[in-house]
């Protein structure tokens, strides 16, 4: 910084310009590449969603195409017929073919272990592991028979089976039925791409396949493959409705050696029947070709680093992604294949997933950051992510391109050139009279405090003008001089005037505080009175408050035993109620008692009858007799209990009714007394309570009155206290003023010492 003080004018402004072009150099290639940088990132990020979309669409477009050609052939008559026909000529196997079954076996056994188990990838995440060569099987023989016919007699090799239309060797109805309708199921497979077609019963086997892989012929509900995705969408679909179409996401399938397959699935109906399933086995490499452009990268704009996938809700890759040879992954490299393999669990992968679609600058499977373009893609009512991306070095790269520098070194030699110029013109313009202001301001700078001298610089430019300026100034500081010169002198005068006036007011001051002290001593003696008043007063307060507590709590009592007298009314009331209630219920069991009475009274009148009836009889009767005799008695006892019932209850019913009227009588006169007390009592009370109140009301009033009596003899004391503080400061004041005046003393003197070394007049 001392440097940059010390350094003229002239190498200053050269300096400055050097600076200034570099930070300008520096702005503007900062800039250029943020401009540049955002675009590209633009304009990439449209294209990777042009591309999104675009593929997003084509893959829709496929799915809802092969729906609506599985529906469309499901309706035709292809459909119907040729389920029939297989599944009937399939259950007439084993009638039609004269072969022994455990020779069939062990061809199929020879041929499961030579050209299927061997060749299965049994390392695919989520595939099952091997079973024995039994377990795979068809249960059933005709599965047996037919897997036979059309795999281990077919001549041609696996992958090819389905160039076989009918064997010579065995002419069979379902060989027949094969000629007849598998061109036509072969042509549509090829036709649409399709990996393979099925047709499969209401018991769940598969009657026929285009393939002819190792499903051919199982059971969907109880074979080996009952567990896999062809098997669910079997299920789903034979208990669907008319056209609806099911789906099973790409997951291993074994028969198709645990390559990743997708199921759609309609039933077949005739009429209002249900005839049995159709399904399509979707090819990998269909869905792989529509995202990857058939590996055609750069023609889609994708560049060198640019690719699609797409990935399932388990995160699963449903296409191969471009460098696949750079993934280090031993399942992968084996299976040569990232499909249904390789997770790709993203940021952008992840929100797609959750249904939202955008664009980000993200880290991607390799740990590069790429620009990403995500969105999510309903399939069959599965949400898949579909995600475009580019690497950011890549898309960078175009900013650093050698025609971009040298329109940048062009620009900067430009400038270069600009600054030169200027520098030149600056210094011939600008220094050189500066230089000869700075000789002309030294020499006025050395003199003597002359105030007389002026700048000579005759020019109209801005310098000249800052001359003339400078001797305006120049002459209004010598005016400011004389002016002060003159002031001082008034000062004197003044500072002389002020300092008498401070001398008297000092003086009453001192007498004032005098004053203020007598008005002190006297409040202080007017306080204690009234303090002894408020004392009194407040005493007489607290009595009269506790008088009256003791007359409110002996009213609560009074009250409360009123609330007493009428509880025990009510209960005298209810045991009153519950008398008569008694009463009522004894008048009933009298009732009772009385048609006890005349059903004995009946009895010992049939059992006499029957003691004649006996009589009668003789000696056949007398055990009759014996009997009757004692119902007699038992009722002569029972006539004789219930007229001693009968009087206990009358004598019950009597006291019942002498106490009701006792307690009606008794309690409807002390009731009536009681309250008649209560409420004179209460009245009274109330008086007196009226009486205590306006006792206190007026103490109170007292005690508040001498309370503002004594605040405001206490603030009088307290303002004559700042009276006095006030006094006290302002005779502080007074003499810090008399200071100050003798401090004015000498700096008058001071500057008038300063200003009489200006030269002010022009002799």
């Excluded at 079954?101 to 272990?113: F, G, M, P, S, T």
Aim: hydrophobic share 40%; charged share 30%; proline share 3%.
């Amino acid at each position: 910084m001392k440097l940059l003080k010390d350094m003229s004018l002239g190498k200053k402004v050269t300096l400055g310009g050097l600076v200034g072009i570099l930070v300008l150099t520096l702005i503007l290639g900062f800039s250029s590449y943020r401009a540049t940088k955002e675009n590209l990132t633009t304009e990439t990020f449209q294209r990777l969603t042009v591309v999104r979309e675009a593929k997003s669409q084509h893959i829709e477009d496929y799915f809802s195409y092969m729906e609506s050609l599985l529906s469309s052939i499901a309706n035709s008559s292809l459909a119907r017929e040729s389920l029939r026909a297989f599944e009937e000529s399939f259950y007439r196997l084993s009638e039609e073919l004269d072969l022994d079954i455990d020779d069939v076996k062990r061809a199929l056994e020879e041929e499961y272990e030579r050209h299927y188990l061997n060749l299965v990838n049994y390392d695919i995440p989520g595939a099952p592991p091997r079973r024995e060569v039994e377990f795979y099987l068809p249960k059933n023989p005709n599965g047996l028979l037919a897997q036979f016919l059309f795999i281990v007699e077919n001549p041609y090799p696996v992958g090819k089976k389905n160039r076989l239309v009918y064997n010579e060797k065995y002419p069979c109805s379902y060989v027949k039925v094969h000629k007849k309708f598998h061109p036509d199921f072969n042509h549509l497979l090829k036709e649409f791409g399709l990996y393979d077609i099925f047709l499969v019963d209401k018991r769940g086997t598969i009657v026929y396949t285009t393939f002819k892989e190792k499903d051919f012929a199982t059971n969907l509900i109880s074979g080996p493959y009952s567990g896999t995705g062809i098997a669910k969408a079997f299920r789903e679909a034979i208990s669907s409705p008319p056209g609806r179409v099911v789906f099973s996401d790409f997951k291993p399938y074994e028969p198709s050696y645990n390559q990743p397959a997708a199921f759609i699935a309609t039933p077949v109906y005739e009429g209002s029947e249900k005839v049995g399933v159709l399904i399509f086995q979707l090819p990998i490499d269909k869905i792989d070709a529509i995202v990857n452009f058939n590996y055609r990268f750069k023609e889609a704009g994708l560049g060198k680093t640019g690719e699609v996938y797409i990935a399932g809700s388990d995160y699963t890759l449903k296409n191969n992604i471009r460098f696949l040879r750079e993934i280090d992954d031993p399942i992968v490299r084996k299976a040569g294949t990232t499909i249904g393999i390789l997770k790709v669990d993203t940021l952008p992968v992840r929100k797609a997933l959750k249904g939202e679609k955008g664009v980000a600058i993200s880290e991607n499977f390799f740990g590069k950051r790429v620009l990403v373009s995500y969105a999510p893609i309903n399939v069959f009512g599965n949400r898949w992510a579909i995600v475009a991306e580019i690497e950011e070095d890549e898309i960078l790269s175009g900013i650093t391109s050698p025609k971009k520098n040298k329109m940048l070194i062009f620009t900067l030699l430009f400038l270069l050139m600009m600054v030169a110029a200027f520098l030149i013109f600056v210094k011939r313009s600008i220094v050189a009279p500066l230089n000869e202001l700075i000789l002309t301001t030294k020499d006025l700078a050395e003199g003597e405090g002359d105030l007389t001298r002026e700048l000579s610089i005759n020019r109209n430019d801005e310098l000249g003008r800052a001359a003339k300026y400078f001797n305006a100034f120049i002459e209004k500081v010598r005016t400011i001089i004389e002016r002060a010169k003159q002031s001082a002198r008034r000062n004197v005068k003044i500072a002389t005037v002020l300092k008498n006036n401070a001398e008297n007011v000092k003086r009453r001051i001192t007498e004032e505080k005098e004053t203020v002290n007598k008005a002190t001593e006297t409040a202080a003696a007017i306080t204690e009175p009234i303090k002894e008043f408020k004392e009194l007063v407040s005493s007489s307060e607290k009595e009269v408050e506790r008088a009256s507590r003791k007359l409110t709590s002996t009213m609560n009592s009074i009250e409360e035993l009123q609330k007493t007298i009428e509880k025990t009314e009510r209960e005298s009331l209810a045991s009153i109620h519950e008398l008569k209630e008694l009463n009522r219920e004894a008048e009933s069991i009298k009732n009772i008692i009385e048609i006890i009475e005349d059903i004995a009274d009946k009895t010992n009148l049939l059992a006499l009858n029957a003691s004649i009836e006996a009589a009668k009889a003789g000696e056949t009767g007398k055990g009759f007799a014996v009997v009757a005799e004692e119902i007699r008695k038992l009722a002569e006892q029972i006539q004789r209990n219930t007229v001693n019932i009968n009087r206990i209850l009358n004598g019950i019913v009597l006291s019942i009714s002498e106490t009701t009227q006792k307690i009606e009588k008794s309690n409807s006169e002390n009731m009536e007394f009681l309250r008649s007390v209560s409420e004179h009592v209460i009245g009274e009370m109330k008086e007196v309570t009226d009486v205590m109140e306006k006792t206190r009301t007026v103490s109170r009033t007292l005690s508040e009155s001498s309370n503002g009596l004594i605040a405001q003899v206490e603030s009088l004391i307290e303002n004559i206290k700042e009276i006095d503080e006030i006094s006290e400061s302002n005779a502080k004041s007074v003499e810090e003023i008399l200071l100050k005046i003798k401090e004015l003393y000498r700096e008058i003197d001071e500057l008038n010492n300063i200003i009489s070394t200006f030269k002010t007049k022009i002799r």
